[in-house]
């Protein structure tokens, strides 16, 4: 990076928003979901700088694992990355949102403890005195302290899941599914931190009004994009006396929409909910009396 860039990157005074997105296994769900909110990113060729059609805000890319120390030490602005990153960073950041989605699920991923299936090893208690292969050093280290075990644990470099029990008699690493350990004849002795992602700012730019609305924008935008991916909007008409009947089989985030038709023997419903309801659901007000049932999916809803 050159000294041109680096010293933009250092204004904290200008109207703009310095933002570390994820590079990894969390860029392209991220990119994904800032296109849902209404940003267009694209990488051009240099690829740690992406292109962003809001001038108001400059990017990077950084790996999720270094974002806590850059957004703390305000070379960013705000930043998304994995909680567990903050925690094992001991980063002094204000954790403005959670953002609950990953790589492969919208559920939490887990730190786990996890051994060969045919280890002794059954209790954190009985890791004391053995050799823990890891890219989370620094939390793993607390943990096992708070829980009085003398562990040594080693940094990771990749492929974690193959080093016992050669090179190591337990590891921790994280997990969305389990799949990759039980693929390495590998089980869990516990869980020591279960992450979802954030959104995270540095105490300065979160003091400037300008910065701090801008955050809770996009945090407002991201959340509401998040919040729509799991839910659809249903669309139908329905009888004036088959009404109460149809209202009564719809679950909805509030109360349905019902709206007068030209035709006042009938009436329009419309409404929101999570989508694993609708295939339980459409089959009921079908029978109930509904009729043109348009399902649509959304963007964004904001509560």
Same mark, same amino acid.
């Given at each position: ?20 997105f994820p ?8 990119l ?11 990488l051009? $060729?240099?690829?740690?700088? %992406?292109?962003?059609?809001? %001038? ?43 953002? *609950? ?6 559920? %939490? ?20 005195? *053995? ?13 096992? =302290? ?6 040594? @644990? ?12 050669l090179?190591?008699d337990?590891i921790?690493? !994280? ?5 990759? !350990? ?6 869990? @002795?516990?869980?020591?931190?279960? $992450?979802?992602?954030? !959104?995270?700012?540095?105490? =300065? ?8 609305? *801008?955050?809770?924008?996009?945090a ?21 006396? $088959?009404?109460k009947k ?9 109360? %349905?929409?019902?709206?007068? !038709?030209?035709d ?32 649509y ?7």
């Open positions: 990076m050159t000294k041109k860039n680096t010293s933009k990157l250092k204004d904290t005074n200008t109207k703009e928003l310095r933002f570390g590079k990894g296994s969390l860029q392209e769900s991220t994904r979901l800032f296109k849902k909110a209404g940003y267009n990113i694209t051009g $060729s240099r690829a740690y700088v %992406p292109n962003i059609d809001d %001038p108001e805000i400059s990017g990077l890319l950084i790996r999720s694992q270094e974002m806590a120390r850059y957004v703390e030490s305000e070379v960013l602005d705000v930043g998304i990355c994995g909680r567990d990153w903050v925690l094992e960073n001991n980063a002094d950041v204000i954790e403005v949102c959670e953002l *609950k989605y990953s790589k492969q699920t919208n559920r %939490p991923i887990r730190w786990v403890i996890a051994v060969p299936n045919d280890s002794p090893i059954k209790t954190i208690k009985q890791l004391n005195k *053995k050799r823990i292969a890891t890219e989370l050093v620094g939390y793993t280290q607390r943990f096992l =302290k708070k829980h009085k075990v003398k562990a040594e @644990v080693e940094f990771s470099w990749g492929a974690t899941e193959v080093k016992p029990p090179l190591a337990a921790v690493e !994280l997990t969305e599914t389990g799949s990759s !350990l039980r693929a390495n004849n590998l089980r869990i @002795v516990d869980s020591i931190l279960e $992450s979802v992602t954030v !959104l995270i700012a540095n105490k =300065k730019a979160f003091k400037n009004p300008w910065k701090r609305k *801008k955050i809770e924008n996009i407002m935008l991201l959340q509401s994009s998040i919040m729509a991916e799991e839910k659809v909007g249903l669309k139908m008409n329905v009888p004036r006396k $088959s009404l149809v209202l009564e089989k719809l679950p909805s985030l509030h109360a %349905p929409t019902v709206n007068d !038709l030209s006042p023997d009938w009436a329009s419903i419309e409404v929101i909910l999570d989508e694993k309801f609708v295939r339980d659901t459409i089959p009921e007000i079908k029978r109930a009396g509904a009729c043109g049932i348009v399902e999916p959304l963007h964004k809803v904001i509560p």
